[in-house]
Each structure stands twice: as structure tokens, then as C-alpha cells.
């Protein structure tokens, strides 16, 4: 079975939510071929889950000050600190495919790529089903995000290659909260370079191949259409605007506004 690899190293972080959501609105309607993504942002950025509110999860004064985007996710799932230490990755294949419809059986069918990929190196790799995360040697090196789009199925993540731990509590209002309970996020979280592993081409080319023995696939060097590229930016302008980045905070906003005072009186 043969699918679609596309690496576009380094791309701007709202694009690449507009992108991967454009790729699966095509690959779920049959229009593009089942896809596996690469990329790393080239600024740094907060992805949101699509449930969470900004207000929560992230200090966005600091943010708007030191020019960190935060782009809210179609897919659910905790938010997440990205910079260009990452390999961000979207497998995205289509409903009834090789990925299961199950979502833990989904998460278990993609992340086992990941371990395949750590193992390849010579480092141990598991599957945390409670934080849909990998960890090595008892600490967290990906994360991860699933989604249904109009036929697709997304499994979302990144690969640590290195990490900016103190910028990321400044972000962050809780940089713990999706790891197993630890005092410091430098506590719960590994790197690749920790583990003297820093080749980058060589870890996507060794990432691309344990994704491929995962899902019992062959991949192939690809390209975007002129279709997905169209639409990835109409959609661009939706992930920028300010409506859509709060969006589930306004929502929270209207539910505690208080109601308008009657305009009847009784008497």
C-alpha cells in the first residue's frame, strides 16, 4: 500500500494547522492520496486543543511581547510549546483504513511508529495510553493529537530534538500538566540530543521508515496539489483571526454573561 510523503521542513506554524486540515478534507474525500506530513514551525508557537480556552493554558501577554503564535487546532487534546526543535508530524489516512476507528486503537497503531523509530536508534520506546504519549526511559519525548475530519483520520505529534524548557514555563500556565507527575517539565521530558542522537535528517528518515513498518506501508516522496494549496490558504486567514484563536473563550464569556433586564413590567 502506497502513500504519500510530503517534508516541508520549515513552515510558518498557522499554515501548517490550516494544512493539515486542507490534507484531510482531501483525503478523506478520495481527492489526495493517504498522507504522512513532516514539518518544523519556523517561529515558535502554542498549538491549542480545539476544547480549551487560551485563558487556561497560556500566559498570551507574554506571547503577543515575544512574537509566540498561538494557533488553536482543529483536533482536541492538550495544548503544546513548539519551536524548531521539533519534528512535527500528521498521519492522516482515511475512515476504515489502515488506522483503526478505535481512537486508543488508533494512537497505538501510529505511535507505535515513534517507538520503532527510538528502538532503530537503539533506545527504549512505550506507549503512555492515558496521555496518548510516548516516553523514553520514563519520560515524555512526544506528544500527540487525534481528529476525524470529513472522512480522514489525524493522528498529530511531535519529536523532541531538543527543548527550551525555560521559555516554556513563561508560555505555559501549567507545563506540567500533561506529563506523569513530576515537579519540573526538565523532570518529565527527554530529548533526542539528551540521548546524543542529533542528525536531523537522519532521525526523519529514521521516524518516516519506523511510521511505514507501524501502519504496513511504503511511502513515497510527494508533493502538495494545486487544490490542497489553494485551500490551505483561504483557510490560513481563519486560523489568524483573533475570533478563532479565542473562540472557546468568548463561548465561556457569553455563558456568564448575565441576561438583559426584561423590557415588560408587570402591573
Known sequence: ??????????????????????????????????????????????????????????????????????????????????????????????????IPGDIQSAYTKVLTGVVIALETFGESGEIEPTRNAVYSKGKKISGNAQGRIDGAVLVNGSLLLDFDFELMDKVLKNPTKNLRPVFSAREGMITLKDMGITDIENIKKVLRQGFEKALGIQTEDGQLTLSEADMANQLLGKYMQKDWTYRMDIKRALRKKPAAPSLLQSG
Open 1 to 98: 500500500m502506497k502513500w504519500r510523503f510530503i517534508d516541508l521542513d520549515m513552515i510558518d506554524g498557522f499554515y501548517s494547522a490550516a494544512l493539515f486540515e486542507t490534507m484531510a478534507k482531501h483525503v478523506g474525500a478520495g481527492s489526495s492520496p493517504e498522507t504522512i506530513l513532516f514539518w518544523r514551525v519556523r517561529s515558535p508557537v502554542v498549538y491549542l486543543g480545539y476544547h480549551q480556552c487560551v485563558e487556561d493554558e497560556i500566559h498570551a501577554d507574554f506571547c503577543n511581547r515575544s512574537n509566540i503564535g498561538i494557533v488553536r487546532r482543529i483536533l482536541g487534546g492538550g495544548c503544546g510549546f513548539c519551536d524548531d526543535n521539533q519534528v512535527l508530524y500528521s498521519v492522516i489516512g482515511r475512515e476504515g483504513g489502515v
